[in-house]
């Protein structure tokens, strides 16, 4: 009787395939997680017919005013008493001066007035608002 060799048999070979599967599962549950992850608060854009269009490359300072008036600058919560102080101070770590503000379409436009005099006393001169298009859904609009 002759003993039977158990290793002959054996693969040397490297299987991927499993490999490959865990990293494509976790592809997709990063591609799925990471808009959630976004420190960006939640605002609801006011819709007009022809905003203008504008590139975001990234450098203006952006000012965000939610609904219920608080306010950031880029991702930064700032309170109301210390918003001219950030907002002077976010000024001076970059070159651009320009300022886009999102408010939540549900502000007053005393809340807006509000926030654009603390970045006009600031020093910045140059003001934008942020708008959605509206989708019109009627023929030839």
Partial sequence: MQPVNKL????????????????????????????????????????TDRPQDQPDDGRQIVV?????????????????????????????ERDERQVVIKGDARLTFGDVQSAMFAIEAAGFQNVGLIAERRNDSRPGG
């Fill in 8 to 47: 002959a048999n054996v693969q040397s070979g490297i299987n991927v395939t499993p490999l490959v599967d865990v990293v494509l599962v976790l592809l997709i549950i990063f591609m799925l997680v990471a808009p959630e992850l976004q420190s960006d608060a939640a605002v609801t854009l006011p819709k």
């Fill in 64 to 92: 965000l005013i939610e609904a219920d008036g608080s306010l950031w600058i880029d991702d930064d919560r700032v309170n109301v008493e210390q918003f001219p102080q950030r907002i002077r101070e976010a000024a001076a």
